[in-house]
């Protein structure tokens, strides 16, 4: 027998929406015979994924990394996978994951890097929580750029059309599983998926009436050269000023620490505000005579460009400064004296078509090449987003202010931006925009900080002061906007039990009011109310 229950269930303790369930049994035969009908498109393959389950990731190209990076659904879903025509020489590899028990809402997932690697993670999180999510390759598979070569449909996918593929042929998909249309639509990403989010706001402003994005890579022809113009810096590592990770993490990051970390009010190991750490790495040079424990007057200097702003001979910025208190994660890549692969294969495949191009040579020429290139738009970094805006769309981003790979401050800038060429006011883009800045936060996740805000499945709590996700749907639904940013950290052997912190919306920055401690104590405080988010009203703003 088959058994449809409808019931409501408070999604939000108090409010219900419309949820549809039925059993196990009927659902998992349903999935095994759709057949969506949609034109361009190759059906692959329906798969019925019970709670419980790890899907079987058989598209995810070896260099997007191992299977388990989907972990186990939790709830009952249905997986679709199709090829999606999206030129003679390009296509979309996408997945539908649809769930059981569904939020009757709709949700597209974004990529990483720039790579063509489904975010099976976020896919397997966000249906947990009944949205019916969506996925794709961005239209090449593998975390490198090889497919780009010789093949701007590629490029053209990956700039954005891939997504508004997806969030046009997902919606249809999900309309003919459940038989009838989602309630509201959403996007989530970080990183690469950060920008994909913005330039879906920017390019295709009704794909989405909620997005989320994390960390993102915008205005991506210049952050290309910014990743790229570390190297020649730094120079390999059997250089002989080559600055050991060591010693980043070391006598470096300690004096980063020394000469920032209090001045948002307390020693705790984060730097609330990474825009006012004006950092002199001299007290670093070697006095005459020492050897250890110090940097000779070369490394003084790559330590001092490496923190720099990217910009021009006439001063014109390129790229924002990295971020002070990222060390600890980026000698993993930045610093770690080989070329950062994503921009050189963007410098080999998109920019010069040439497979030779040497990253050490990477110059401010090259700078202007992809600065003037950007092919299918993929810049990202908008003036307005008008009509996203009028068709009542809203946006939460969010950045790590330790993070090791996008620099915050590069969030920051594009927001400045937005406030300059739309005339408008802190206020004003709170209508429809809202910057977090998650302070001991790294790329997407990790850090010291209290960085958990629910962008993944890390065990925050599905609720809107905790959750950035459960933020966006209250907002765009119940028009409950979000003031602040509740984070928790991991515990860790380094880093120290778990405690919360407030983040805080810019411009406001997040100050500590507590009881003084004496300057040289490393404490983590965890009474919320010690710290306070301060702006221009309260006489705070920079320094
Ligand atoms: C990605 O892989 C699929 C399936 O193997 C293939 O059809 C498609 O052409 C590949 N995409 C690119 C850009 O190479």
Not at 494 to 504: L, M, Y
Request: aromatic share 12%; charged share 20%.
């Amino acid at each position: 027998m088959l058994v449809f229950k409808i019931y409501l269930a408070g999604f939000f303790a108090g409010q219900g929406f419309g949820q549809t369930t039925a059993s196990d049994d009927e659902f998992a035969k349903r999935c095994a015979a759709f057949r969506p009908r949609i034109d361009n498109a190759n059906f692959e393959f329906a798969e019925y994924l019970p709670s419980g389950k790890t899907a079987d990731l058989k598209y995810r190209d070896a260099t997007c990394g191992g299977p388990g990076a989907s972990g186990k659904v939790a709830q009952d879903v249905c997986r679709v996978a199709m090829y999606l025509k999206t030129s003679v020489r390009s296509g979309v590899q996408f997945e539908a994951w649809l769930p059981k028990t569904w939020n009757q809402r709709f949700l597209a997932t974004g990529n990483g890097g720039i790579g063509g690697c489904i975010g099976y993670g976020d896919l397997t999180y966000t249906t947990q929580h009944g949205f019916a999510a969506v996925g794709s390759n961005n239209g090449h598979n593998g975390s490198t750029g090889n497919s780009f070569y010789h093949n701007p449909a590629v490029v053209d996918d990956f700039a954005g059309n891939s997504l508004h593929t997806i969030a046009v042929i997902g919606k249809d998909v999900v309309k003919q599983f459940y038989s009838k249309p989602h309630s509201k639509s959403y996007y989530f990403g970080c990183s690469q998926g950060g920008r994909q989010g913005v330039g879906a706001a920017e390019k295709y402003a009704k794909d989405f009436d909620g997005i989320v994005a994390g960390s993102p890579a915008l205005d991506f022809n210049n952050l290309i050269s910014w990743r790229a113009h570390f190297f020649p810096i730094t120079g390999p590592k059997a250089s002989p000023d080559f600055i050991k990770p060591e010693v980043w993490t070391g006598l470096i990051h300690d004096e980063v620490m020394r000469q920032c970390d209090a001045i948002d009010g307390v020693r705790d190991g984060i730097i609330e505000s990474p825009d006012l750490c004006k950092f002199d790495p001299t007290p670093l040079a070697c006095k005459s005579g020492a050897t250890a424990n110090c940097l000779s007057t070369k490394q003084v200097d790559i330590v001092r460009r490496v923190l720099s702003p990217l910009t021009y001979d006439d001063g014109t910025v390129i790229y924002s400064a990295m971020n002070p208190g990222s060390e600890m994660r980026a000698i993993d890549r930045l610093y770690s004296g080989q070329p950062f692969t994503d921009s050189r294969d963007w410098f080999r495949y998109v920019i010069y078509s040439d497979p030779t191009w040497d990253p050490f040579k990477f110059s401010l020429k090259d700078a202007a090449a992809s600065r003037d290139a950007n092919p299918s738009n993929v810049k990202t970094f908008p003036d307005n987003l008008d009509t996203f805006k009028s068709n009542g769309g809203k946006m939460i981003t969010y950045h790590g202010q330790q993070d090791q790979q996008i620099t915050s401050l590069n969030t920051q800038r594009w927001y400045e931006h937005l406030m300059a060429s739309t005339r408008s006011t802190p206020a004003q883009l709170d209508e429809y925009i809202r910057f977090f800045r998650i302070s001991g936060m790294g790329h997407c996740a990790g850090g010291p900080g209290a960085w958990k805000i629910g962008q993944s499945s890390s065990a925050s709590p599905f609720e809107p002061e905790s959750n950035v996700l459960a933020a966006i749907v209250d907002w765009v639904e119940k028009g409950n906007a979000p003031e602040s940013l509740m984070g928790s950290s991991a515990a860790s052997a380094v880093d120290g039990p778990v405690f919360q912190r407030k983040h805080c919306k810019y411009p406001k920055r997040n100050v500590y009011r507590g009881a003084k401690r004496p300057d040289d104590a490393v404490v983590r405080s965890t009474n919320m109310g010690d710290w306070q988010c301060v702006g221009v009203e309260d006489g705070l703003i920079g320094l």
